[in-house]
Structure formats: structure tokens, C-alpha cells
């Protein structure tokens, strides 16, 4: 029951049996070690299958949204997260890219030598990007793994437009969801060097890993010190604010044109792989 209805196969491809080394988790949004099912599934297949488990997390600098404060945050987290799953006998690499030559095809790589790959299902930022595009590319099994919520969100059939009919649905499923995630227990123990790509990060907060975190060059801007304020605007009543149509505030995002999104700026490889 722990893993029903949270694993969903974005491709047909099968599992790869000979030659492989490892299941691979490429672990894309839900970063940690602690009740994630996702690490819980590539144990459970990597133990039917005998291989170890091989988590990869990748960051770079050349993602829409990518900032400092986002960074920061996973850099920060990797000595932590390394030491877990040292503990469990899970092998582990965490690369950053900081520099357009560097290799931008990390994941690929690992695939070739993994059995299958698990990641997270994630409906939004650049996970729901990577989910829609690498699978194609694979060749070999690629199953998203729901640890984002109590309740799975594929036991929704569809779209829930408010809460008056959504929430008699968490009620009556909310029990089913509420045990604990067990930890993983992996049967077969990663004894390889670590990959090539992996960055070392210690907890140390000087380590260069900390303060050097990536950017884009080509698309970085001077922020002026003080930023000029707004004339303040005398307040206006509802009366008076103008009512912008219904069909138009349903949604804010900007139109992607499809060459963007197939081989353009989100698209190309540019993302974080």
C-alpha cells in the first residue's frame, strides 16, 4: 500500500538485464533520504533485480528561475545527504555544472549503465520539463515516483477546481496514506568508486562548493544598490479597480512557442541533467 498508485512509467521501454550495474534514482525535487518513495522503489527493484542503487542529483546554472537562494539550499544539503546514504550502503553523486563547456549529459551517461531509471513525479518546474523529454531518449525503463504528497495524486481522476469537491475525496482517502514511509534496506551494497562527475562537498561553510554557486554569464545583470521606489498611488475603491476578464485571469504564464520547447531555451538540453 505504501507505493500504490505513486509509480507511474513514462515510457515502454524495459528493464535493461544484461550488463547493467545499478538501479539509478535521479533525485530531480524531493531531496532527501527520510520518507522519499521514490529511494524506496529503486531499493525495492534494485533488490528483485540484485544490483545496488545509485542516487544522482545534478545542478546547474542554466535552468529558468535558477538564483542563489535555490543553490544555496542544495549545495548546503549534500554533505547530509551523502552521509545517509553512506550509512545504507546507497552510492551517491552530486554533480555541479558551472561552466557551459562542462558535460551537460551526466544523466545519460549513468543510464547507460543502469538497469532503470526511478525520479521523481513532480507536476510543475523543471522536473515536469525533464519527465516529458528524457524518457524518449533512454532506451531503457523510466518510472516518476510520487513522494511530493500524503495522498498520491494520480488517486485524483481529475482536476479538482476547488474545495468543496476535493476535499470529501482527502477524507475519505486520507487514511489509507497516513503510515509512515519505512526506510529503505537495500540488499546488495554499492562498493564502486564514486563516478567520475561527483563534486565534494563538505560541511564545512567555507567550502568553495558554497560560494561558488553557478550562474549564468552570458545573461547576468548589474542590480543598481537602491532600487527607485514608486510614486505611492492614492488608494481606490473596488468600484474603481478595473476588472480584468474572466478568461484572462485564470492563468498568468507566458505562451511557449513549440521551438522552445523542443529545441529552444527550456528544451535543448539546457536544463538540469
Avoid at 544522482?56 to 543553490?71: C, Q, V, W
Avoid at 561558488?212 to 544598490?225: Q, T
Avoid at 537602491?226 to 505562451?255: D, G, W
Wanted: net charge positive; with cysteine.
Amino acid at each position: 500500500m505504501i507505493l500504490e498508485h505513486r509509480v507511474r512509467p513514462l515510457n515502454d521501454a524495459p528493464l535493461r538485464t544484461a550488463g547493467a550495474e545499478y538501479v539509478l534514482y535521479w533525485c530531480q525535487m524531493n531531496r532527501r533520504v527520510a520518507s522519499n518513495h521514490a529511494l524506496l522503489y529503486a531499493v525495492e527493484k534494485a533488490n528483485e533485480l540484485g544490483l545496488p542503487v545509485l542516487v544522482y542529483e545534478g545542478l546547474t546554472y542554466s535552468y529558468p528561475s535558477a538564483n542563489d537562494r535555490i543553490h544555496t539550499f542544495v549545495v548546503a544539503n549534500v554533505p547530509e545527504t551523502q552521509q545517509a546514504l553512506d550509512a545504507l550502503g546507497i552510492g551517491y553523486c552530486f554533480y555541479l555544472r558551472q561552466r557551459p563547456e562542462d558535460p551537460n549529459d551526466v544523466v545519460y551517461q549513468l543510464a547507460s549503465r543502469a538497469a532503470l531509471v526511478v525520479t521523481d513525479d513532480y507536476p510543475t518546474f523543471i522536473a515536469s520539463w525533464h519527465n516529458s523529454s528524457v524518457p524518449a531518449k533512454l532506451g531503457l525503463a523510466y518510472h516518476a515516483v510520487d513522494s511530493s504528497c500524503i495522498i498520491p495524486m494520480n488517486r485524483f481522476e481529475k482536476r479538482e477546481w476547488a474545495a468543496y469537491s476535493m476535499r470529501p475525496k482527502v477524507k475519505r482517502m486520507l487514511a489509507d496514506h497516513l503510515a509512515p514511509v519505512p526506510p529503505p534496506r537495500p540488499l546488495h551494497r554499492w562498493t564502486a568508486p564514486r563516478p567520475p562527475w561527483h563534486v565534494e562537498v563538505t560541511a564545512d561553510p567555507l567550502h568553495p562548493a558554497l560560494h561558488c554557486v553557478p550562474r549564468r554569464p552570458s545573461r547576468s545583470r548589474a542590480i543598481p544598490a537602491t532600487v527607485p521606489r514608486r510614486p505611492a498611488q492614492p488608494l481606490r475603491s473596488r468600484q474603481e479597480l478595473p476588472v480584468q476578464p474572466s478568461h484572462q485571469r485564470a492563468f498568468a504564464l507566458p505562451a511557449l512557442r513549440h521551438d522552445q520547447l523542443a529545441g529552444g531555451r527550456l528544451g535543448g538540453g539546457r536544463l538540469c541533467r
